[in-house]
């Protein structure tokens, strides 16, 4: 018998995850999530520290401090589609949501795939007031998503709140 290759693919990824083969937390956090590439995990590559110290500025509402972090991070590891959704999250947070979004566009450049960016630029388009951008990218997410994602529910609420009330309401 063989199984459709989604329900084997949904099925071989919930085993990983109860063996504790999956993904840190930290993949998933907040900004670096939802890419599906792993390549500095199945790569061995080490953390790099300047990467490492943005994500927890970032965790503490240090936008300001990341940045500069994560533009090293950039400068040296252009492939890199995990820092450049940080870059682009952490500027974003700082109040610059138009700068941000070049910066979201190149970590789907380099990760089409990338969730948590999709998410994220949807959520700078309604900051700036374009609906139909965000509501591009969450149809997007709902390709993308097996089941229903954290990414794609809470950008879909953030599209459903500014549609009632013309203001973003996002808790990250």
Not at 18 to 35: I, K, N, R
């Amino acid at each position: 018998m063989t199984i459709p290759w989604r329900r084997q693919a949904i099925l071989t990824a919930t085993v990983l995850l109860l063996l504790g083969a999956g993904p840190t937390v930290d993949a998933w956090a907040d900004g670096g999530g939802g890419s599906d590439s792993r390549e500095n995990l199945s790569r061995g590559k080490p953390e790099d520290p300047e990467y490492t110290a943005a994500v927890r500025a970032i965790k503490a509402d240090k936008y300001a401090q990341a940045i500069p972090l994560l533009q090293q991070v950039v400068g040296r590891d252009p492939k890199n589609a995990d820092a450049y959704n940080w870059l682009a999250y952490a500027t974003r947070r700082n109040g610059d949501a138009a700068a941000s979004l070049p910066l979201y566009e190149k970590a789907l450049a380099l990760d089409p795939k990338h969730r948590g960016a999709h998410e994220y630029i949807g959520e700078a388009y309604l900051m700036l007031g374009n609906v139909a951008k965000a509501k591009e990218h969450l149809a997007r997410l709902d390709s993308l998503c097996f089941l229903p994602c954290s990414e794609y529910k809470d950008l879909k609420k953030a599209v459903e709140q500014y549609e009632k009330t013309g203001k973003v309401s996002t808790t990250h």
